[in-house]
C-alpha cells in the first residue's frame, strides 16, 4: 500500500508541475515523518479545486492562492519597495495589524471557499512574534513565506524544521553589491547565512529577485544559476520591477523583458528547478491574474485589494467576509475587463491603465487603502 501510495503521489505532484515531485519525495526520503503529510496535501489539494469549481458554479470565483500582507513592519528600507509606496509599510506601535488569531480567522474562511496556498508577505514576516503557528495550524495548506532574510531567530528555524508545509522564499538582488545596493549594508552576508541555515535544517527554500535593468543580466548568466542549485536552490521567482512612482528607469525595456523571459523558458528546459516568472507567466493565462483570477491580496491591517502593488479596496475583512469581497463589483470589473488584463509592454497590467483604475474606483467606490 505504501509503495501504491508513493507511485501515486508522485504521479499527482508531476501534474502540478514537473519537478515538483523531486523536491518533494527528496523530503519525504530526507524525513520519513512528512510521508502522512504529502498525503493529506494532495487530498486537500483535490478538495480545494472541487470547492471552488462549485462555487464557480454558482458565480463566485476563489482563486487558488491568497497572499497575506501580515504586517506594516520592516527592518529593512529598500529602494522602490512596493509595500511603502503603497502606504503598506508603517513602523508606528499603533499600525493597526491585524493580530495572528485574526489571520487564523481569515485563514479557515478561506480553506472553507477552497484557497489552497497561502503566501505570507510584508512588511518583514518574521516581525510577527508567532508567525510560524499559522502555519501549523493549517497542515493540510501550503504556505510560501517571503523574507528579507535578515530577521530569522534561531527557534524560528528550529520550527520550520518541523513543518512540511512551509517554503521560505529569501530576497536576494544578485551578488553583494547588487544586493545591498538596494537592500542596505551587511545584508548581503545576512542573507546567505540565512540559505546557509535553510540548507543545514533541510527547510524547503528558495530566492525571490526583482528583476531590474542593474540585475537583469546577472540572473541571465547560467553559472549563477547552476551555483545556487548546487546550494540546495530549487525554488525561484522572478518578479520585474514594476515602478512605484515615476522610477521608470529601473523597469526592463520591452527588448530587454523579451530576452530575460526567453532565458527564464531556456532554464525551465534544463534546469531541475521551479520557476515563477512575473509577468511572464501570467501573459500565458491571458494577462493579469489579479483580483481573484488566481490570487488576491490583504493588507496588514485587512483591506481586500486585487493585489500587492495596487491599493484600492471595497471591503475589509474586520467588517465583512473574504467572500464578500471576492464577489464584489471592484473585483468582477477588473476580471472581466479584458483591456486591463493586458501589460502593454509594462510589468503590471493595473500600473498600465491607470485612468481606467481610477474609472472603476469612482464606478464602485473603492478606497485608496494606507496603513
Not at 508603517?90 to 493580530?99: E, G, I
Amino acid at each position: 500500500m505504501v509503495v501504491q501510495d508513493l507511485l501515486y503521489l508522485r504521479s499527482f505532484f508531476k501534474k502540478i508541475h514537473p519537478y515538483i515531485s523531486d523536491v518533494l519525495f527528496n523530503i519525504i526520503f530526507k524525513k520519513p515523518k512528512s510521508y502522512s503529510l504529502m498525503v493529506r496535501l494532495a487530498k486537500s489539494y483535490l478538495k480545494a479545486r472541487k470547492k471552488r469549481a462549485e462555487l464557480l458554479n454558482k458565480g463566485i470565483k476563489v482563486p487558488p492562492i491568497l497572499i497575506l500582507g501580515v504586517t506594516s513592519k520592516c527592518n529593512l528600507s529598500c529602494y522602490g519597495c512596493y509595500a511603502a509606496a503603497t502606504g503598506t509599510l508603517s513602523n508606528k506601535k499603533s499600525s493597526n495589524n491585524l493580530s495572528v488569531d485574526k489571520w487564523k480567522m481569515i485563514i479557515k474562511e478561506a480553506t472553507s471557499l477552497g484557497v489552497f496556498g497561502f503566501i505570507i508577505a510584508g512588511g518583514e514576516p518574521f516581525m510577527v512574534p508567532d508567525i510560524l503557528s499559522i502555519c501549523s495550524t493549517f497542515k493540510d495548506r501550503i504556505f510560501v513565506i517571503y523574507t528579507n532574510g535578515t530577521n530569522i531567530k534561531k527557534k524560528e528555524f528550529e520550527e520550520l524544521k518541523r513543518l512540511h508545509n512551509v517554503v521560505i522564499m529569501v530576497s536576494i538582488e544578485g551578488d553583494k553589491a547588487l544586493t545591498e545596493n538596494r537592500r542596505g549594508k551587511g545584508v548581503y552576508e545576512k542573507v546567505i547565512n540565512t540559505l546557509l541555515y535553510l540548507k543545514k535544517y533541510k527547510i524547503m527554500s528558495g530566492i525571490s529577485i526583482t528583476i531590474t535593468r542593474l540585475n537583469f543580466r546577472y540572473w541571465m548568466e547560467e553559472k549563477i544559476i547552476n551555483n545556487l542549485m548546487s546550494k540546495g536552490i530549487r525554488f525561484i521567482t522572478f518578479l520585474e520591477y514594476v515602478p512605484t512612482c515615476n522610477d521608470t528607469e529601473l523597469m526592463l525595456t520591452p527588448e530587454e523583458r523579451i530576452s530575460f523571459r526567453e532565458k527564464v523558458l531556456e532554464y525551465r528546459r534544463t534546469k531541475r528547478l521551479i520557476i515563477l516568472h512575473s509577468p511572464g507567466d501570467e501573459e500565458i493565462k491571458g494577462g493579469c491574474v489579479s483580483a481573484g483570477r488566481s490570487f488576491a491580496y490583504i493588507t496588514p491591517k485587512g483591506d481586500l485589494t486585487p493585489c500587492p502593488v495596487s491599493n484600492i479596496a471595497t471591503h475589509n475583512l474586520t467588517s465583512s467576509t473574504l467572500k464578500q469581497g471576492l464577489i464584489s463589483p471592484l473585483f468582477k470589473y477588473i476580471r472581466d475587463s479584458d483591456h486591463l488584463l493586458e501589460t502593454e509592454d509594462s510589468p503590471c497590467a493595473l500600473f498600465s491603465h491607470p485612468k481606467e483604475v481610477n474609472e472603476i474606483v469612482k464606478k464602485t467606490k473603492a478606497y485608496y487603502t494606507c496603513v
